[in-house]
């Protein structure tokens, strides 16, 4: 079964839409998307400039309109828009007055099923009232929580339906080729091609995947699952999950003593001990876990509750590394054994084991709460903390904010400048 391979722009900046659009066309891409953040920030003169820059190619406009259909699809249409989204949330009303008047401008509809519940009844309704297309989207959002791609729903919307089938969500080349066999006859990619270094590169894989069902050895842009989180957070730094947690979760004041490149991924094992009492510290080494990381309340102690022997001790039993708000010594040994030490103050002496405290209750580590199970993470930038609950969502958009961050970094290296490539000047904040 053939299908259309689209693009979807979702960027802020027009020209990067413009510069990754031609690229993605070069590779193998059918139809191009003007994403909704692109329409919402450049608005429809993004459609004039694609359309000029696409002009054999089909154009959609991702409008998710919700309301006065008619009025929206116009101005997309007028713009060059082939194809207009229309949510399939909306009102029966919207949605016929969107389609008659795409008629009107010589456009097509596509009714966007996202968070709709019954995709097939609503299929149904929209074809009826006729829509051309409909997209089963699993949205961004919900893909950073690791939820499983649509490809059932598309075999069962797909037999039901007599118009074609979009689909968008996390697709990668991957699972590209799975979509297309389940149905869909159209394959919308955003993330895994806008996002490549080498988008030309990456928009061939996924077309010659569509075709010929070949995978890559490690998919494009995926997204990770529960029980690969340590490899989600392996792969990123704290400041890539800084940015994707919004700046919390940084511990403050907590210093890293580690090798250059050497990262630090695991569980916390909390502890809370008394000024200079090492007594807890180390008797969590016998109740960790291989993949810990101990964490040590010390309340800021200028005195040593962790040293060479509790290293030792800790990398043998699988321990990841310990964070201490408090102080550590022999820092020389701890350095040169490689295990990932960080802590507030690096001291000579040490306190005497007295046993006050507890393991594994809620601790305030660099001024963060902690709590056994959170994930911890360090590097030469410092350490984070990754509230358990919420850990599948937050590699995910660290991972996502890496790769974005890799498509700049490329662009740097063809000629241009951070603050041109993020057009700074042109989106400063206006108050």
């Not at 091609?193 to 988008?199: G, L, N, Q, R």
């Not at 730094?237 to 210093?255: C, E, F, Y």
């Not at 020389?332 to 005497?352: K, N, Q, W």
């Not at 209750?361 to 903390?385: F, L, M, N, P």
Request: charged share 25%; hydrophobic share 45%; glycine share 12%.
């Amino acid at each position: 079964m053939s299908a259309y391979l689209q693009v979807a722009l979702d960027m802020m900046h027009l020209k990067r839409a413009l510069a990754i659009g031609r690229e993605a066309v070069e590779g193998g891409a059918d139809w191009v998307e003007a994403g909704t953040p692109l329409i919402k920030s450049e608005g429809a003169e993004a459609l004039r400039e694609l359309r000029k820059a696409f002009p054999g190619r089909v154009l959609v406009a991702d409008m998710k309109v919700m309301d006065v259909g008619a009025f929206e699809v116009e101005i997309a249409a007028k713009a060059g828009a082939d194809v207009v989204t229309v949510l399939g949330l909306a009102d029966d009303g919207t949605v016929s007055e969107s389609v008659l008047a795409a008629r009107k401008y010589g456009a097509k509809v596509m009714v966007d099923l996202i968070n709709v519940p019954d995709k097939v009844r609503r299929g149904r309704e929209v074809a009826a009232l006729g829509a051309e297309y409909v997209c089963l989207h699993v949205g961004i959002d919900e893909q950073m929580h690791g939820r499983a791609s649509p490809l059932d729903m598309v075999r069962q919307v797909a037999t039901a339906l007599s118009i074609p089938v979009a689909v968008a969500g996390g697709v990668t080349q991957a699972t590209a080729h799975d979509f297309v066999a389940a149905g869909a006859s159209v394959i919308i990619v955003g993330g895994a091609i806008i996002k490549a270094e080498d988008v030309r590169g990456a928009a061939q894989a996924v077309k010659r995947a569509m075709l010929t069902g070949e995978r890559a050895s490690q998919a494009i842009s995926r997204k990770f699952a529960p029980d690969e989180l340590f490899q989600a957070f392996s792969k990123v730094s704290t400041p890539n999950i800084a940015d994707a947690q919004h700046k919390r979760g940084v511990m403050q004041g907590i210093l890293p003593h580690i090798a250059h490149g050497q990262r630090m991924v695991g569980r916390a094992l909390t502890v809370q001990t008394a000024k200079g009492d090492w007594a807890k510290p180390v008797e969590a080494i016998d109740r960790a876990s291989k993949g810990d990381v101990i964490v040590i309340d010390a309340g800021g102690s200028d005195i040593g509750v962790w040293g060479e022997l509790a290293s030792l001790s800790a990398q043998l039993k699988g321990v990841q590394g310990v964070v201490i708000d408090g102080s550590a010594r022999d820092m020389d040994t701890i350095l040169e054994m490689g295990f990932p030490c960080f802590s507030r103050y690096v001291v000579p002496h040490a306190g005497e084991p007295k046993g006050h405290g507890g393991i594994g209750q809620e601790i305030v580590c660099g001024g963060q709460a902690v709590r056994t199970g959170d994930w911890v993470i360090g590097d030469e930038s410092g350490v984070i903390v990754v509230p358990q609950e919420s850990a599948v969502e937050i590699a995910n958009r660290a991972v996502d904010v890496f790769e974005r961050e890799n498509r700049i970094r490329e662009e740097i290296r063809r000629g241009g400048t951070l603050s041109s490539v993020q057009e700074l000047e042109k989106w400063e904040q206006v108050r």
